[in-house]
């Protein structure tokens, strides 16, 4: 009998030998790294730092949304069929009830947060060498300059033009650290506070920023230009000359070809690109790569209806008098007669996809920053400060790039207006320029079948005054933060 | 698996060489003489024995002259018989008057059932054992009061949802724990996503003894941190002594749809709406047309472009219901073997079951083996063990809105009668997509070209021994691996439409292994004695679990070889991963039960469990019950009441918890991502380091009687409370976060459930049983973080005050009888005494001037377009039923028996996107099906419409959310019912069989409800076109060697 009982305590002992010893409760995750681990070094810093721009490529930010709020709410591009969210974004029909297309609020805060925890953990880090140094430096900058570049397109989807009452309108809510939930409820700042913000962050960024090319990534350049950018949307037109010259003068970028300009748009790392965002098919970031081809017209070898967006007759009518534009060989008749699946449209053939990692039409970078819009921002300003030769030089430069055979001008705003509307369609600028100057977009329904916006439901031609040129918050973002200030003429 | 078999047969023929005689006799029953059948006949101390014929005859060989014979019968008391060299031992057995009160598992042991003052249902194997289901699940709807069930879908194999009691969690699950033979299991939902699994699919029904759900604290308070939902206990079959038996059992059935599943205009009806659709929208928009020159010619070219009428020289149209579906054959073989000695019992099993679903594709195949061993190695020691195996393969198709995959929603919505089937001149399938709002191809090439299936196989071995000190004191150890490999795949294959999903080259195939390894240990000492009339119980114990998941992804995309199948083909990763993950839990038990003179009960239970899952100082937690109960009928008073047979009240209060379905949410992480060439990370969640388990307190009272031996009911009032709510508490958007796991709110679940039994004949060629029981259900969220706090989860809000499952939307008013246009409540909110700032109409009706006070609280119903109208809480319209339950009836004449049961459930609404494309409005007017509701539409001729004005891309329409998405749920269904035969045993003892019993069974044969589709769906009422439930009939056929 006492055998079995041996027995017993044997197996009862191994029991909880096994199971029982100290720290069995204890795991820790495989599948993500634990917080207070995960930028100890300099080189993880970098991997974070990387994390920087991964959702500014999404869809939901510079790989589509902002693209459709750029261009698709003027007249450069349209939805080729009713319905969808693409028609709601092209008629402004959107409402503060619906949260589908407001995915870029939650974008910019994300990126944000990720800037700030960045910026709050870089000074930890302990190096050494110089060039660690400059590295930590660098990384520095680069946290400040993607807080510039968020806030200020918080202020121009969310807040008037800063020009309309000098950036009294409502702008982002300004944090500048990780904040908790409670931290989080701050009131909305104004558009000029937001601006001043973006500069701030770009004064402060510019001294640590490397000025060696970096794809993907910001340099000294592409803040240089955003500051430029900003300050041509805020009206201080002789700090926007000095930035975007100094961008043309010294920095390693150019512009690109006549003959290579065409095949440019499916290179990575070209003297034309400032800031470039790279999409891979890495990775579960995003299975449609960037730009969900959405110009394509041929959506998954799928005609397919809600995702295809189209220049319109307007925007073709550009090149009427100028077949050599090489511009005007980026519309692409997809003639029914030949084969089938052919819709009888025109299409925009302007992001045939990175070529170099060997990818289609699906998977483009968007491209954020050129030379060019240095050169038609210098444009801009100089007219704006009297340096009219110069803006001349600039404007013809980009006009002559386009066609050899254009003749010189001398640049007025419209001309520039007009050149920018022509080289940035797809690249989410036109609405911007329009209103930031206080223009007036209309859209010519008369002409195109396909423009159904004429009909009598939608507001066929608006300016600063219309209220829904700015977003609504949405309403989900209110219920967990009713004292968010939702913008003039939306419903609470 | 052989060798184990082997080995256990050999034991069981093991003999023992003595001077030896052969014993014959019979054994009946005291009361009424009748044969006993299948009583055990053992020689004691050893392992000699038989069982009792039907006629309960025995014979004993080789039976030593001075061997006592052990003789025993459930119900009957055991009796000793020394042989004394007599070779005829009749034997007559006393009933057992305890045996009225039947031994019931429950938490970590077993009760009589008199004796228990925790809230229970069990359902035994009678009521499983026929029915044509893949698992035990599918039957306890209307089993069991307060236990609501749903299967996520009509594909062979999907889960079954089960809420015991309500809705105690936010998100952090309300499924039941399911513990089988005392060891928690792993169960649940293991779908991928595109196709639904269930972990508990391995047990084949037959496998099963009976079923526990344990409900309230005192029942389930033993499990701790995971007991807040009830336990589902689930015992399996074992080997009894006596003679051996094996049974085949083999059945065939088929299946189709349950109901009419959307009833769909017909084609001339479609024409015309779609007709109306296009002219009322060049008649608003005249611009459209002018290139047409008239509107007419606009219509016509519209509707021929969107809705072209068919082509009968050129095409062959069908029958698309009979192209997509057919009747699914379903069959299922056993084959069983169980018996033993007092030494040694075995119970072993093999089963294959092969089911197909109504959609051509689906499938499921099911192998599963069992073999259960008991030894009494001494008369202290007894040793154990068990083995399940079980593998299945599952094909079948994307369930929900998929517009190439799920043939139920392409064949409701997408497939119109005038959709070509084929070219007639070569009979080659037509492949274009005619629907520019869905790039739907003929879904029968599809079939072949997609791949969406999931292997499971499951392995549980488990070793136990149990020493007993003394006999009332007893040690039991455990210890138990369960393991469960589930291997899914979807791919979209050559000729599938979404070939070029992700890639130009085409194709996507991608694989997951899932494996997830549990451990469980237990030991636990019982003591049990009896002192006069008090009798003590207690037990300790403590239990450690170590599950450990591995899951393995590879997605590839690039197909250039046609006929690929396998990932192996694709030229490039769209996706590959690993990783594991582990959970410990640690937990010490421990009870105590006293009764004085079986009329008094007092029961207390305590546990104390420790999570990895939560953060150190917080990761202990204690759980604990009292109970008590009075047998009043055992009083001496109540002695002359001779109608009251048994009569208890009892009362119960206790906690239990749910842990946090997140395993590391306490910590603060980084996910690790891509960036062009290199890594890229980021904060990945807003740590909460004070997570911890959600706490349930429940306290339940309920009365238990018996009368006049034919009628049993029972009564019960049950309140559950539950704080400390895991919640994805939503955070500003600024935080950079959408939400944090936060343990707030509050909800609680109150609820009466009651259940009858009546014999109404109990003869012994007759008997006929009515049961029936009701359950109701009120769940209401108590508190969220803030006061106020509205969380929205469209279509569901949560809000202090309301149900969990609480809808929230703009109410749609009806049609405006003079334009036609649907109609919205305004829906802004005016509290009593409020100025209201504009005239308001009250949901009554009550006309409120701008400037004048609101009289009560509530919204503004003024009728307007959407867009004006605001989401409104629709008080009253909640998913939560009014009341469910079921009844049953059970005739039993000669060798015939029949029973039905069915379930019902009233007073919730269901949410239905099927409103979204089938009842629109003409805002989907490129050629797709519509509703048969949809057919009375507004026009100037017939303003009493109940439709309104069909207008394409009607921004005002049934495209956009409103109360149009809920429908009233209400429905009576027969859920089972089972015909069945004994042969005459005269006839089949000829053929040496001892019993053969034929039998019909069906599931789901009757269906009464309002619904437009089939009324049983989820729990949640969120219906979303998953294949709908399939009736069944199946026959069957049973022979006992």
């Keep these: ?492 | 698996m052989k060798k184990i078999l082997l080995i256990a047969l050999a034991l069981l023929s093991c003999n023992i060489a003595f001077a030896q005689t052969r014993v014959t006799g019979k054994v009946t029953s005291s009361a009424d003489g009748s044969p006993i059948p299948f009583a055990s006949v053992v020689v004691k101390g050893t392992m000699t024995g038989v069982a009792t014929l039907e006629n309960g005859d025995y014979v004993l060989d080789n039976v030593a002259s001075d061997a006592v014979l052990v003789v025993s019968s459930i119900g009957f008391v055991d009796q000793q018989i020394p042989v004394n060299g007599r070779a005829k031992i009749n034997v007559s057995l006393a009933p057992d008057t305890e045996a009225l009160d039947e031994i019931m598992v429950v938490a970590y042991g077993t009760v009589k059932k008199g004796s228990y003052s925790g809230s229970a249902a069990v359902v035994k194997d009678d009521a499983i054992k026929d029915a044509p289901v893949v698992s035990f699940e599918q039957v306890l709807a209307g089993k069991a009061p307060g236990v609501q069930v749903a299967s996520y879908s009509g594909q062979p194999g999907s889960e079954v949802q089960i809420n015991i009691r309500g809705f105690g969690s936010f998100n952090a699950g309300n499924q039941p724990l399911y513990v089988i033979d005392g060891v928690p299991a792993t169960s649940g939902d293991w779908s991928s996503g595109n196709i639904s699994t269930s972990a508990m699919n391995f047990l084949n029904p037959s496998d099963v003894e009976s079923i526990t759900i344990l409900k309230d604290a005192a029942a389930a308070s033993l499990y701790g941190s995971r007991a807040s939902n009830g336990v589902i206990l689930i015992t399996t079959k074992k080997g009894k002594a006596g003679r051996m038996t094996s049974t085949f059992k083999a059945s065939a059935g088929f299946s189709y749809f349950a109901y009419n599943n959307y009833p769909l205009a017909t084609d001339s009806e479609t024409e015309e709406l779609h007709r109306q659709a296009w002219y009322n929208y060049g008649t608003d928009n005249p611009s459209v047309w002018k290139n047409y020159g008239s509107l007419d010619s606009y219509v016509s070219a519209k509707v021929e472009e969107n809705y072209p009428s068919k082509d009968e020289s050129k095409y062959i149209y069908k029958d698309w219901e009979k192209v997509l579906f057919h009747t699914g054959i379903a069959q299922n073989y056993e084959y069983s073997i169980s018996g033993g000695t007092d030494k040694s019992k075995i119970y072993a099993s093999v089963g294959y079951t092969d089911q197909q679903g109504v959609v051509r594709i689906d499938y499921l195949r099911r192998f599963s083996t069992t073999i259960n061993l008991d030894f009494n190695v001494s008369k202290r020691l007894k040793v154990g063990g068990s083995v399940q195996y079980s593998w299945q393969y599952q094909d079948g198709h994307q369930d929900g809105w998929a517009s190439k995959d799920n043939p139920f929603f392409i064949w409701k919505v997408v497939l119109t009668e005038r959709w070509p089937y084929a070219y007639k001149s070569d009979g080659s399938l037509y492949l274009e997509p005619m629907n520019p709002n869905f790039s739907t191809t003929n879904p029968i090439a599809s079939y072949d070209a997609q791949v969406n299936d999931a292997w499971q196989n499951r392995l549980i071995m488990k070793g136990w021994a149990e020493y007993a000190f003394t006999d009332y004191l007893k040690l039991k150890s455990i210890v138990n691996s369960d393991w469960l490999y589930v291997h899914d795949r979807f791919g979209w294959l050559y000729g599938h439409p979404n070939f070029y999903a992700y890639s130009d080259i085409g194709g996507y195939m991608s694989d997951r292994h899932r494996n997830i390894n549990r451990m469980v240990s237990s030991t636990t000492l019982n003591f049990n004695k009896s002192f006069g009339d008090h009798n003590i119980g207690a037990m300790v114990g403590w239990e450690a679990e170590k599950e450990h998941y591995t899951m393995t992804r590879v997605g590839k995309i690039d197909f250039s070889y046609m006929g690929a199948t396998e990932s192996i083909f694709g030229a490039n990763f769209q996706d590959g991963y690993s990783y594991s993950r582990d959970d410990r839990l640690l937990s010490f038990l421990s009870s105590l039960n006293y009764d004085y003179a079986s009329k008094y009960y007092l029961t207390g239970t305590y546990r104390r469990d420790g999570s990895s899952r939560l953060a150190k100082k917080s990761r202990w937690g204690d759980f604990w019950s009292v109970s008590g109960s009075w047998r009043f009928s055992n009083e001496d008073f109540m002695s002359n009441v001779t109608w009251l047979n048994d009569g208890k009240i009892r009362a119960s209060y206790g906690t239990s918890g749910t842990l946090p379905s997140d395993y590391f949410g306490y910590m603060s992480v980084y996910e690790y991502d891509i960036y062009g060439d290199a890594g890229a990370s980021y904060p990945a969640n807003l740590a909460n380091s004070d997570l911890t388990w959600e706490k349930n307190k429940n306290w339940n009272i309920g009365l238990d009687a018996t009368l006049f031996e034919r009628v049993t009911f029972s009564a019960e009032y049950f309140n559950k409370k539950t704080t400390d709510l895991l919640l994805d508490a939503t955070v500003p958007s600024t935080t950079g976060f959408s939400s944090t796991l936060t343990n707030i709110g509050s909800m609680s679940n109150t609820g009466f459930e009651f259940a009858v039994n009546v014999d109404i004949i109990k003869k012994k060629d007759l008997n006929l049983s009515v049961g029936f029981n009701w359950a109701s259900l009120n769940n209401k969220v108590l508190s969220l973080s803030e006061e106020g706090e509205t969380i929205v989860s469209t279509p569901y809000v949560w809000k202090e005050g309301y149900s969990f499952y609480q809808y929230r939307t703009r109410e749609y008013l009806g049609i405006n009888p003079e334009n036609g246009k649907p109609q919205y409540a305004e829906g802004s909110w005016y509290e009593k005494g409020e100025i209201v700032d504009q005239d308001v109409i009250m949901r009554d009706g009550t006309v409120v001037p701008e400037g004048s006070a609101m009289p009560a609280d509530g919204y503004n119903y003024t009728p307007t377009t959407r867009n004006n109208a605001s989401n409104i809480i629709l008080e009253g319209r909640t998913a939560i039923p009014k009341g469910y339950g079921g009844f049953n009836v059970d005739l039993g004449w000669k060798g015939f028996s029949f029973s039905m049961s069915w379930a019902y459930k009233y007073g919730h609404y269901i949410w239905d996107e099927g409103v979204e494309q089938l009842e629109n409005d003409g805002y989907k007017s490129y050629g797709q099906n519509i509703a048969a509701s949809q057919v009375d539409t507004w026009s100037e001729t017939n303003k009493n419409a109940t439709v309104a004005r069909r207008i394409v891309g009607n921004s005002q329409g049934g495209y956009y959310y409103s109360s149009r998405y809920l429908k009233k749920g209400d429905y009576l269904r027969l859920k089972n019912l089972t015909l069945s035969y004994n042969l005459p045993k005269t006839f089949v003892q000829k053929m040496n069989i001892q019993n053969a019993r034929i039998y019909l069974s069906g599931a789901n044969l009757l269906t009464f409800s309002g619904l437009n589709i089939d009324p049983e769906i989820q729990a949640s009422g969120y219906y979303y076109y998953n294949t709908p439930a399939l009736r069944t009939v199946s026959l069957g056929l049973e022979v006992t060697l």
Excluded at chain 1, 125 to 151: C, I, M, P, W
Excluded at chain 1, 261 to 282: A, C, F, R, S
Excluded at chain 1, 459 to 465: E, L, R, V
Aim: net charge negative.
């Design chain 1, 1 to 492: 009998m006492k055998k079995y009982i041996l027995h017993i305590l044997i197996v009862a002992g191994i029991i909880a030998g096994t199971s029982s010893c100290k720290g069995f409760l204890d795991t820790t995750p495989t599948d993500s790294v634990v917080a207070e681990t995960a930028m100890s070094n300099l080189f993880d810093a970098g991997v974070v730092v990387n994390g920087l721009y991964t959702d500014i490529k999404y869809y939901t930010y510079y790989g589509r949304d902002l693209i459709y709020m750029g261009d698709m709410r003027a007249d450069n591009l349209y939805p080729r069929v009713i319905g969808g969210q693409s028609a709601t974004i092209y008629t402004l029909e959107y409402e503060s009830e619906a949260n589908t297309y407001f995915g870029l609020w939650t974008n910019f805060y994300t990126t944000l947060m990720r800037a700030n925890t960045l910026l709050e953990n870089i000074e930890k880090l302990e190096v050494e060498s110089a060039s660690d140094v400059a590295t930590k430096n660098d990384y520095h900058g680069q946290a400040l300059a993607v807080r510039a570049f968020v806030y200020h397109d918080i202020a121009r989807l969310y807040g008037y033009p800063y020009l309309k009452d000098n950036g009294a309108s409502l702008g982002a809510v300004i944090l500048t650290s990780p904040a908790s939930p409670s931290e989080a409820k701050i009131p909305r700042s104004t558009v000029a506070e937001t601006y001043a913000q973006a500069l701030a962050d770009l004064d402060a960024a510019l001294p640590l920023l490397s000025k060696s090319k970096n794809t993907g990534h910001f340099n000294y350049w592409a803040a240089r230009l955003l500051q430029a950018r900003i300050m041509l949307y805020k009206g201080d037109y002789a700090g926007a000359y000095t930035a975007a010259t100094d961008v043309i003068n010294n920095s390693p970028y150019s512009l690109v070809s006549n003959a290579n300009y065409l095949d440019y748009w499916g290179h990575e790392g070209q003297d034309e690109t400032v800031l470039e965002l790279i999409v891979t098919n890495q990775g579960d970031i995003d299975n449609d790569g960037g730009f969900i081809a959405m110009f394509h017209h041929l959506w998954f070898n799928d005609l397919n209806a809600a995702a295809s967006i189209i220049p319109t007759k307007k925007w073709r009518d550009l090149f009427a008098n100028t077949p050599n534009d090489v511009r005007a060989q980026m519309i692409q008749y997809d003639d029914p007669a030949t084969g089938v699946k052919k819709t009888g449209e025109y299409w925009l053939n302007k992001f045939p996809g990175n070529k170099d990692r060997g990818y289609t039409f699906r998977r483009n970078n968007p491209h954020i920053f050129r030379i060019t819009e240095a050169y038609l921002i210098a444009a801009e300003a100089g007219l704006e400060t009297g340096a009219t030769a110069a803006a001349s030089n600039y404007l013809n430069a980009v006009r002559k790039r386009a066609d050899p055979t254009a003749a010189n001008v001398t640049a007025t705003l419209a001309l520039v207006q007009t050149e920018r509307q022509k080289e940035f369609i797809g690249e989410g600028h036109r609405f911007f320029d329009v209103m930031r100057r206080g223009g007036t977009i209309t859209r010519n329904m008369a002409t195109d079948e396909h423009d159904y916006a004429g009909s009598s439901q939608y507001k066929a031609s608006f300016s600063w005054d219309y209220e829904k040129v700015v977003l609504p918050i949405s309403n989900n973002e209110r219920v967990s933060y009713p004292e968010l200030q939702q913008n003039p003429g939306y419903k609470n």
